[in-house]
């Protein structure tokens, strides 16, 4: 089982309608969770941190579970310029040093 | 303010050659990483810097080796570049190495 795994997507979708991304990962140890947006040729950037007690910043949500070791994304009212591909990260620090995870990705195109 | 910055953009080399990736963040970041990035694997850490002085090896650090040089410079050696390191290379940098990281452009090498 691989360490992050997130939905394969893609995901094409309406101008204005809601979208979810989920995204689980195996070590129970991990220890901090973010949401990265990546478009096409370019570097990652910081999309959101993930609390455990969940936050929100404007149309963009983002949820943790640790029972369950799932975090979700969820974009509402989605517009043409979210269109990008979603990297859910986990951090985990083992007796091995720290081990800094990127999800493959998920590819959202929000079309006209 | 230029936050993490690459050098070069795009390089080709030719099997067996040696190169220097530079990378230099001006945010006064305790932590900076190597990441490659290859088509549907994601990214996947090289190796990390976890403060001034320290360095430590991240999921695929064979035939790399890297420099802390100071608190502001990271830099990736490839020693005899071999067609498997082909790929986006992307320095990141972060206050401590459990906080958000912040990427470079990236730098586009190609092994012939």
């Known amino acids: 089982r691989k360490e992050v795994e997130q939905d394969p997507g893609p995901f094409n979708v309406p101008e204005g309608a809601t979208v979810a991304f989920n995204c689980t990962y195996s070590?129970?140890?991990?220890?901090?969770f973010f949401w990265y947006r990546q478009d096409c040729r370019k570097e990652p950037k910081l999309l959101m941190s993930?609390?455990?007690s969940g936050n929100e910043d404007g149309r963009f949500t983002a949820q943790l579970n640790r029972a369950s070791q799932y975090i979700s994304l969820l974009i509402r009212d989605s517009k043409l310029s979210d269109s990008a591909t979603y990297l859910c990260?986990?951090?985990?620090?083992?007796?091995?040093?720290?081990?800094?995870?990127f999800g493959p990705g998920t590819r959202l195109s929000v079309l006209p | 303010n230029a936050g993490v910055t690459q050098t070069p953009k795009f390089q080709v080399l030719k099997t067996g050659q040696s190169m220097t990736l530079q990378c230099a963040q001006d945010?006064?970041?305790?932590?900076m990483y190597w990441y490659r990035q290859d088509p549907g694997m994601g990214l996947r850490l090289i190796y990390y810097?976890?403060?001034?002085?320290?360095?430590d090896k991240g999921e695929v650090p064979n035939g790399y080796n890297v420099s802390r040089l100071n608190k502001r410079e990271f830099s990736l050696r490839l020693e005899s570049a071999a067609p498997s390191q082909t790929s986006v290379y992307f320095c990141?940098?972060?206050?401590?190495?459990?906080?958000?990281?912040?990427f470079g452009d990236g730098t586009r090498l190609s092994i012939l």
């Open positions: 990141a940098s972060s206050e401590q190495t459990d906080q958000p990281q912040h």
């Open positions: 070590n129970s140890a991990s220890q901090s």
């Open positions: 993930v609390y455990s």
């Open positions: 990260v986990v951090n985990t620090r083992d007796n091995y040093g720290q081990n800094f995870v």
């Open positions: 945010m006064n970041h305790n932590s």
């Open positions: 810097s976890a403060s001034e002085g320290t360095t």
